[in-house]
């Protein structure tokens, strides 16, 4: 399956931005679908997750309440809705599909297919 994020760019602090993850040669048909960040000099950071299947959605900690991740049988795309954006925000966005396991679902490990990344640009 191939993935490409779009919907990155500036926004000020407490700005809305909506990414979407949209698949290519297959649907996300049992499969989990992932959200990441990488800010420079920083490790990757788990930001949401769905599962296609139940849509049961995973947040990182300091996402809940602001992130929300869906899913569009329709488009074959997942969404994520970010509100309320913070300058510590800032990072690019990348979207992976896989099948990990719930306790691996945070882990990068558990995906294999990632899309290009799309820049997230808070200001403050």
């Known amino acids: 399956v191939q993935l490409q994020a779009s919907g990155g760019g500036l926004v000020q602090a407490g700005g809305s931005l909506r990414l979407s993850c949209a698949a290519s040669g297959r649907t996300f048909y049992n499969y989990r679908v992932g959200w990441f960040r990488q800010a420079p000099g920083k490790e990757q950071e788990f930001v949401a997750a769905?599962?296609?299947?139940?849509?049961?959605?995973y947040y990182g900690d300091s996402m809940k309440g602001r992130f929300t991740i869906s899913m569009d049988n329709a488009k074959n795309t997942v969404n994520l809705q970010m509100n309320n954006l913070r300058s510590e925000d800032t990072a690019v966005y990348y979207c992976?599909?896989?099948?990990?396991?719930?306790?691996?679902?945070?882990?990068?490990?558990?995906?294999?297919?990632w899309g290009q990344g799309t820049q997230v640009t808070v200001s403050s």
């Open positions: 769905i599962d296609a299947g139940s849509r049961r959605s």
């Open positions: 992976g599909a896989g099948r990990p396991l719930l306790s691996e679902i945070s882990r990068p490990s558990g995906y294999g297919y």
